[in-house]
C-alpha cells in the first residue's frame, strides 16, 4: 500500500491530499550528480537530491527531514523520544489527535535487517497501532521486504524517499530543502545531550588511532558514535 493510499484510508477529512505521483524520467538527471558542487539545480537554487545527499545528511536531521515530508501530506506528525538507535521516532496522528500510524527512521549506511522490521510490527501490536513505516538511507534486506508483505507496513529506502522528495511541488520542495540544510547538517547529534559532537581519535586499545564521534560534554557524557562512511 502507497504512503498516501495509507493515509487517505484514515484521514477522512483531508481532501487537499493528493495522490503521490511518479517523478518523470527528467529527473534522472540527478543520478548524474557526483560531487557536493553540484548539489543544486538551475530551478531557484533547489535541491536535487541524490544518494550522496541524502547520506550526507546527520541522523537526527534525516529524522526532521522524514517528519516534515510527512507534515506536508497532511500528516500530524512528531517525534517521540531521541535516540539514533532503538525506540518509535514518529507518532503519526489523524485530525482528531489519534495515532494510526508508528514511523522509524534509520540513517544508516547498511541494510534494514527483519529483526528491525519485526520489533517495529511487535510495537504496532502491542500498542494497537494500525500501521508502521520504515524509512532509511540505505536499503532493505531480502527477508525484511518479505517479512512486511501483506502486513500494514510501509518501507521506504533511500531511492523511494529521494523520488518522493524531488516529486514535490516547487514550494514543499523548497521547504524540505531549507530544513534538509540549515545549520550544519552534517556533525551528528549527541542522543543524550541533544548537541553537535566532536571528532576523536581513540588513543589506546584495538581502535587507537582511528577516529570516531564524541559528545562535547565529555566525561560527563560518554556517548560516543562511529564515522559513518560515505557510500
Known amino acids: 500500500m502507497s504512503l498516501i493510499k495509507m493515509i487517505l484510508a484514515n484521514i477522512q477529512a483531508t481532501k487537499e491530499l493528493k495522490r503521490i505521483e511518479k517523478v ?8 548524474k550528480i557526483s560531487d557536493s ?4 539545480s538551475t530551478h531557484q537554487d533547489a535541491i536535487c537530491w541524490t544518494k550522496q545527499f541524502l547520506m550526507s545528511l546527520e541522523w537526527k536531521r534525516y529524522e526532521e ?9 497532511n500528516c500530524y506528525a512528531n ?7 532503538g525506540g518509535i521516532d514518529i507518532k503519526i496522528a489523524d485530525s482528531n489527535g489519534v495515532v494510526f500510524a508508528i514511523g522509524q527512521c534509520k540513517a544508516w549506511n547498511k541494510p534494514i535487517g527483519v529483526n528491525l522490521i519485526r ?15 520504515f524509512l532509511t538511507t540505505s536499503e532493505f534486506s531480502k527477508e525484511a521486504l518479505e ?3 501483506g502486513k500494514n507496513l510501509l518501507l521506504i529506502d533511500s531511492d523511494e524517499l529521494i ?25 551528528p547529534t549527541c542522543v543524550r545531550c541533544n548537541v553537535k559532537m566532536v571528532r576523536r581519535m581513540a588513543k589506546s586499545g584495538k581502535n587507537a588511532g582511528g577516529e570516531f564521534w564524541g559528545c562535547t560534554n565529555y566525561p560527563k557524557c560518554k556517548n560516543t558514535m562511529q564515522i559513518r562512511q560515505q557510500r
Open 24 to 31: 518523470p524520467e527528467h529527473n534522472t538527471i540527478c543520478e
Open 37 to 40: 558542487a553540484k548539489l543544486y
Open 65 to 73: 527531514v522524514c517528519m516534515e515530508y510527512l507534515r506536508i501530506k
Open 79 to 85: 517525534v517521540t523520544c531521541m535516540g539514533a538507535d
Open 119 to 133: 520489533e517495529l510490527y511487535g510495537v504496532m501490536a502491542a500498542d494497537k497501532i494500525k500501521h508502521g513505516i
Open 147 to 149: 517479512f512486511a508483505k
Open 163 to 187: 523520488t518522493l522528495i524531488n516529486g514535490l511541488d516547487d514550494i514543499n520542495k523548497r521547504r524540505i530543502d531549507l530544513i534538509a540544510t540549515a545549520g550544519d547538517y552534517k556533525t
